[in-house]
């Protein structure tokens, strides 16, 4: 593994666990971060373990990894944390890096080479700091896991995607080979849901795994009201892309208005918006849609609407399906990835099978015209947002790193 042998034999002589275990104020966790700004990347979930460690465990010195200086590094600042810029390299990457007609493993071979100086300077990085814990950030930077072995310190990994069906990455060493060396590099992985977990564990199950659910603070809204005779408006929110479920949306729509009946669907997110509005016209609802870019505040986006949508082919969690119900909205999503753990069909929510364009104008026509089915999924979706309250986060992150 990365010239293993080389790895082990410099791990022989600079194993971290032949000294004593550093007790007291002393004690050090060191987390990496495979991104240095918000906006994606588990950035959030990253600094809810940033603040776990701090507010949990005061004596602890926690020390945050990042790839370069970014927005991320500057909010985790407060939280009393010391920041270091280190070399982390990936070893997945998206097949729209190279160019057409090279294969994605062939492009990928200068990737390798990079890798080793990333490890290098890991190992060094625990030298100096001597962490008793290492966690690293999703499933894509292996370099400080790595180090982490060799040195003997325990690893911890954090994975928050399935990495291949959702964000469609290559893999250096392959998707089964990786996840078995994920297992192989940690004490335990822990995912952020049980669908995650399924997936990491189909591939290896002599994994050891922990499922901790992501903290969503989103403001808590209340259920909006709906008059007599005005349109059922919904809203999704996510990057703008076909795994993302934006065309699965507007056909929806498509199809309640050939119904007879007309839905209004706001569509919130970066990316290219050109596609999205060709489709709405192409197919008669272009009236129906509105388009609107990234925002860092969503409350008025979730105060205008009635239903918010999760219509992701594959979603790992699903924050946004959280905001939505704390904005008091009932949400319709997929049959499929971590969304069925958040959403309970008729409790708080309904669900259709992904792709499924007329599951999905159903659901939402069952809402346009049952105005007291749709308030009460809403009170669901309120009552269900409380689970995912940060002192439960953080116990349960506390209690698997072992730091009570």
Known sequence: MFAGDALRRVGSRLRLNNSPPVEGPDRCAVVISNVSSFGGGGAVDF???????????????????????????????QYGVQTQIAWTPWWAFGKWRFAPGLHPLLGALPYSAILLPGI????????????????????????HAI??????????????????????LWFLLGYRRTVRLISRLSETVICNSHAVEQAMLALDPTMKTSVIYPVV??????????????????ILVGYF???KGQQLAINSIASARHAGVDIELTLV??????????????????????????TPDLVSHWAAAHVGLMCSECEAFGRVTVEAMRAGLPVCGTRSGG???????????????AGDVQGLAANLLSLESDEPLRRALATGALETSERFQRDRHDDELITILGLR
Request: glycine share 8%.
């Open 217 to 234: 603070e989103t403001p808590l809204g209340t259920p909006p009201e709906r008059q007599p005779g005005e349109p059922l408006r919904v």
């Open 339 to 353: 969304t069925p753990e958040i959403i309970d069909h008729g409790v708080n929510g309904l669900l259709s099978m």
């Open 147 to 168: 180090a982490a072995k060799v040195l003997g310190i325990p690893h911890y990994w954090q994975v928050r995607e399935f990495g291949r069906d959702d964000h469609q």
């Open 47 to 77: 600094r809810d373990v940033i603040r776990a460690l701090r507010r949990k465990q005061s004596a602890l010195n926690v020390v945050a990894v990042y790839p370069q200086k970014g927005d991320l590094a500057a909010d985790c600042v």
């Open 269 to 294: 997110g970066s990316g290219s918006q050109r596609p999205l509005r060709k489709l709405a016209q192409r197919l008669g609802v272009a009236d129906l849609v509105s388009i609107h870019g990234p």
């Open 241 to 243: 892309s076909k795994s």
């Open 120 to 143: 290098a300077q890991a190992v060094l990085l625990f030298l100096r700091l001597r962490p008793t814990i290492v966690l690293s950030n999703t499933m894509v930077i292996p370099s």
